[in-house]
């Protein structure tokens, strides 16, 4: 018995264990905006995870993920990179030059 409860907590705590990996994808609206979605590989929701916009070293746009998963933003005329930060080890970074 004793063996039985301790297999069902080790596999209750599996999925607790298993990371999930953000995703981001995002694509410049055609009007001066770019529109990006996140969210998680385990079909999380990203809404409230942080997102920025840096140029240079510096976060120029600070935001949260809507209900939706989505963040927009002005589309800077400089370069600048897309942040989807959820915490350590869970960053994705998309160059502005691959977003179309």
Known sequence: MKKLLLSLFFM???PA???H???LSCFDE???TVTCEGGF???SSASGVFFYVEQDGKKTV???FDELNTVNFAKPSDD???VFDAGEGHKVIIEGSKIN
Do not use: F, I, V
Request: hydrophobic letters at 35%.
């Open 62 to 64: 600070e935001k949260k």
């Open 21 to 23: 990996t953000p995703l």
């Open 12 to 14: 209750s705590m599996a």
């Open 41 to 43: 590989s385990d079909g």
């Open 80 to 82: 600048y990179k897309a």
């Open 30 to 32: 055609g009007d001066g």
């Open 17 to 19: 264990a298993l990371a």
